[in-house]
Each structure stands twice: as structure tokens, then as C-alpha cells.
T-cell receptor, first 109, second 114 residues
Framework: EDQVTQSPEALRLQEGESSSLNCSYT??????LFWYRQDPGKGPEFLFT???AGEEKEKERLKATLTKKESFLHITAPKPEDSATYLC??????????FGSGTQLTVLP | ETGVTQTPRHLVMGMTNKKSLKCEQH?????MYWYKQSAKKPLELMFV???????ENNSVPSRFSPECPNSSHLFLHLHTLQPEDSALYLC?????????????FGEGSRLTVL
């Protein structure tokens, strides 16, 4: 059975204080690892896809990286508008995304 | 605007009511999904429609019944629900063949069962 664990559950940062979110996974036949952002009262919004270990993707202040067992979402000099819940979801041979519980990020001005 | 529209946004129903959630996608995708999101729990896949074939999570109770009349519309019919079914129900669309995990979600229907 595919499993995903995200840590920490919640993270509070000051504006400009960089940090990383972790996604540990156990998946049979990884086809890709996906990151989503979810704002309160809204559905998740797609951010990145990573396909193989060593791959990196960047978007503004966010950079996602992938190893064989983990993915990290690095946030550099965050702003209050980066506050959201970040979800990771590997896609394996079962052909369905397995979502983690998410990390709730709060960036204080 | 994600291209996926869900109605109603909020729904309160008694345990004996029958109601339906509606989802419409304008993205030309060939797969549509229903997810359940409960507080402090991961997104739970309930149903997938791909090329009109339905795949379901075997743990979904029969009081939830999906319907997909065409590739743009998806319904979730609800009857004799329980209070523990209160949650945010999210519809998503995506492209399969080739399979991609890039899904586009609606804003959800917040369901409260009294």
C-alpha cells in the first residue's frame, strides 16, 4: 500500500525566513511526485511534477526536489501570500494519487 | 477560475434527505474525480470516471452514488447520509492516456449532515 507522510504538520515563519517542507513516501512503481497548494475554502492548486530522483523544479520562491524516498519543498524568503497548506502526492503503479495530510504554512509579516 | 465548477458550494441536509452535488469541467479532460476532504485527514479518492469507466474506492459506502453522463459533467448523489459524512467534497478533472497526476480541482462543496 502506498504511504505518504508530510512534516511538519504546521509551520510558522517570519517573512523572509527560509525553510523546507518534507514529504516522505513509499510507493510501488513511482510515476511522479506532485506538489499542490491549497488555500482555505478552496480546492488544491497544482504546483509541480517531479519524475525522477535528482530532479528539481522552481517557481518564484518555491523549489521542489526529489530523492528516492523523499521530496522537499524549499521556500526562500517567503511572503505572507505564501501562507497555505502544501500537499504532496506520489503517483505509483496503482495509477492514483496518494495525498499526504499536508503542511499548513503561515508566514507572518 | 480553475475551469472546474462545483455546485452547490454549501449544503446542509438531514440524515433522511436526498441531494446531489454537481461538477462541470471546461478543460476538455477525459477523466473526472470525486475526493472527500475531512478535517486533519488526507484527501480520499472516492470515484474516478475515465472514458466513461468508473473506478471506485471499495471503502466508499453505497449511500454515495456517482453519475457521469458525459465527459464534462459529474454528479454525486447523496442519500441517507450520516453525520460523519460531513466534509468538503472536491471534484477534479485531469487527463489520462497518457496518465498525468496534474489535476484541476473545483472549489468544493461543503456538506454538513445534521
Amino acid at each position: 500500500e502506498d504511504q505518504v507522510t508530510q512534516s511538519p504538520e504546521a509551520l510558522r515563519l517570519q517573512e523572509g525566513e527560509s525553510s523546507s517542507l518534507n514529504c516522505s513516501y513509499t510507493v510501488s512503481g513511482l510515476r511522479g511526485l506532485f506538489w499542490y497548494r491549497q488555500d482555505p475554502g478552496k480546492g488544491p492548486e497544482f504546483l509541480f511534477t517531479l519524475y525522477s530522483a535528482g530532479e528539481e523544479k522552481e517557481k518564484e520562491r518555491l523549489k521542489a526536489t526529489l530523492t528516492k524516498k523523499e521530496s522537499f519543498l524549499h521556500i526562500t524568503a517567503p511572503k505572507p501570500e505564501d501562507s497555505a497548506t502544501y500537499l504532496c502526492a506520489p503517483l505509483g503503479s496503482a495509477r492514483q494519487l496518494t495525498f499526504g495530510s499536508g503542511t499548513q504554512l503561515t508566514v507572518l509579516p | 477560475e480553475t475551469g472546474v465548477t462545483q455546485t452547490p458550494r454549501h449544503l446542509v441536509m438531514g440524515m433522511t434527505n436526498k441531494k446531489s452535488l454537481k461538477c462541470e469541467q471546461h478543460l476538455g479532460h477525459n477523466a473526472m474525480y470525486w475526493y472527500k476532504q475531512s478535517a486533519k485527514k488526507p484527501l480520499e479518492l472516492m470515484f474516478v470516471y475515465n472514458f466513461k469507466e468508473q473506478t471506485e474506492n471499495n471503502s466508499v459506502p453505497s449511500r454515495f452514488s456517482p453519475e457521469c453522463p458525459n465527459s464534462s459533467h459529474l454528479f454525486l448523489h447523496l442519500h441517507t447520509l450520516q453525520p460523519e459524512d460531513s466534509a468538503l467534497y472536491l471534484c477534479a478533472s485531469g487527463q489520462e492516456a497518457p496518465l498525468t497526476g496534474e489535476l484541476f480541482f473545483g472549489e468544493g462543496s461543503r456538506l454538513t449532515v445534521l
